[in-house]
C-alpha cells in the first residue's frame, strides 16, 4: 500500500516569515494530494489540494508543489500569522480511495 | 450547505459496552469514510461506505468494529465490547463522487 512521510514533525516560525512543509509517497499511481489543518479539538480541514496533471498550485498565501518524478509534494505558506497555527497534514490518494495521511506537522507562528 | 455532523462529540463508555458513532455526510454526497485517530498522531483510514454498500473495509479491525450506511439515516460505526485501546478520535469525511473528502468535528471515545 501507499506510505506517506512528513517533514519536519514541528517547525517553529517568526510571524511574517514562510513556513515549508514536505511529504513524499510511494505508490506512483496515487494521483490526489490534499492538504488539511487540523486545530485543536476539530476536525480537518481542507485548505489546498493538488491534482498529478499539475505540478503547481496557488491560493492567496498558501500553495502546493507536485514532483512526480520524486514522488514529492510540499506546502508553502508565506506571510505567517498566529492564527495559521495549528498541525497540518498531507494525504495521497489514487481517486476514490482511502486517503493515507502524513504524521503531521505541528505549526507555531510566534508572535 | 451544513457541513459533515458527528455525534456524539464525546462518548465516554466502560469497557465491555457497546459505542455507536453517527455521521450525517454534507447534502449531496454519498460516499462516507470513517478514519481513527490516536493522540498526536495521524489518520488511519478504517472503512469506506457508499449508500447501503461497504466498498473497501480494509482498515478496519475484523473483529468488534462494524459499519453501514443505510439508505435512510447517518452512517453508523459500531465498536462492541469496547476496549481501552479503543480510546481515540473517530472522524467521519464525506464525498460527493470520489473526490475531495471533507471531515466531520469527530468523536472523542474515551473508555473507562
Known amino acids: 500500500g501507499e506510505n506517506v512521510e512528513q517533514h519536519p514533525s514541528t517547525l517553529s516560525v517568526q510571524e511574517g516569515d514562510s513556513a515549508v512543509i514536505k511529504c513524499t509517497y510511494s505508490?506512483?499511481?496515487?494521483?490526489?494530494f490534499p492538504w488539511y489543518k487540523q486545530e485543536l479539538g476539530k476536525g480537518p480541514q481542507l485548505i489546498i489540494d493538488?491534482?498529478?496533471?499539475?505540478g503547481e498550485k496557488k491560493d492567496q498565501r498558501i500553495a502546493v508543489t507536485l514532483n512526480k518524478t520524486a514522488k514529492h509534494f510540499s506546502l508553502h505558506i508565506t506571510e505567517t500569522q498566529p492564527e495559521d497555527s495549528a498541525v497540518y497534514f498531507c494525504?495521497?490518494?489514487?481517486?476514490?480511495?482511502?486517503?493515507?495521511f502524513g504524521t503531521g506537522t505541528s505549526l507555531t507562528v510566534i508572535p | 450547505n451544513a457541513g459533515v455532523m458527528q455525534n456524539p462529540r464525546h462518548l465516554v463508555r466502560r469497557r465491555g459496552q457497546e459505542a455507536r458513532l453517527r455521521c450525517s455526510p454534507m447534502?449531496?454526497?454519498?460516499?462516507v469514510y470513517w478514519y481513527r485517530q490516536l493522540p498526536e498522531e495521524g489518520l488511519k483510514f478504517m472503512v469506506y461506505?457508499?449508500?447501503?454498500?461497504?466498498?473497501?473495509e480494509s482498515g478496519m479491525p475484523k473483529e468488534r468494529f462494524s459499519a453501514e450506511f443505510p439508505k435512510e439515516g447517518p452512517s453508523i460505526l459500531r465498536i462492541q465490547q469496547v476496549v481501552r485501546g479503543d480510546s481515540a478520535a473517530y472522524f467521519c469525511?464525506?464525498?460527493?463522487?470520489?473526490?475531495?473528502?471533507?471531515f466531520g468535528p469527530g468523536t472523542r471515545l474515551l473508555v473507562l
Open positions: 505508490d506512483s499511481a496515487s494521483n490526489y
Open positions: 447534502k449531496g454526497h454519498s460516499h
Open positions: 494525504a495521497a490518494s489514487h481517486t476514490g480511495n482511502q486517503f493515507y
Open positions: 493538488i491534482r498529478s496533471n499539475v
Open positions: 469525511a464525506s464525498s460527493p463522487a470520489e473526490e475531495t473528502q471533507y
Open positions: 461506505l457508499q449508500k447501503e454498500n461497504i466498498i473497501d
